[in-house]
């Protein structure tokens, strides 16, 4: 099964303008948010942002999606419904990086939540380390979103508490 997700690239931290690449498998911090700290490390000092843009989406073969001024907190569910990562990549003097987790297929309300944000320059060097941290982002997301389903089924859905071991 995939984990589809989008990468959403902005010229910088005050830029309403952004630019949608999606991404159908690896979606997972340990997948897409490690090759984005490695492509932008891999990508030459000196070109536009524009450039990078362009190198991280081949680097992700990631695809095109569109250009958009629509708010990160709207894109789930209408760009797609079934997306499950959310990245935001933030260019211009101070780049950075910020992952969102969406309630797919967890819960019956759609909304996603920030779930890591660093500046690219203070990622850890060694990509064993990046992806320990991203790999502890995904398990404290997972057990968030059980936590809320099982909330929602006990105090919204009024459905017996299922107390599930992780």
């Known amino acids: 099964m995939s984990t589809r997700s989008i990468i959403v690239f902005r ?10 690449y999606y991404r159908h498998c690896d979606g997972y911090p340990t997948g897409v948010g490690l090759e984005i700290v490695e492509a932008f490390r891999k ?13 991280i989406a081949r680097e992700l073969e990631a695809e095109f999606y569109r250009h958009t001024t629509m708010k990160i907190d709207r894109m789930f569910p209408e ?6 990562w959310i990245y935001e990549v933030c260019l211009g003097s101070h780049p950075s990086l910020t992952i969102y987790k ?20 203070y990622m850890p060097e060694n990509p064993e380390e990046v992806r320990e941290e991203l790999r502890m982002t995904e398990r404290v997301s997972r057990n968030v979103l059980k936590a809320l389903r099982s909330f929602e089924r006990a105090v919204i859905l009024k459905k017996p508490l299922q107390v599930t071991m992780a």
């Open 11 to 20: 010229s910088d931290a005050c830029s309403h303008s952004k630019t949608v």
């Open 43 to 55: 990508a030459k000092s000196g070109i536009t942002d524009e450039q990078i843009v362009d190198f």
């Open 79 to 84: 760009i797609q419904a079934d997306l499950e």
């Open 102 to 121: 969406t309630t797919n297929p967890f819960l019956e309300a759609d909304f996603i939540w920030e779930v890591f944000s660093s500046y690219l320059s």
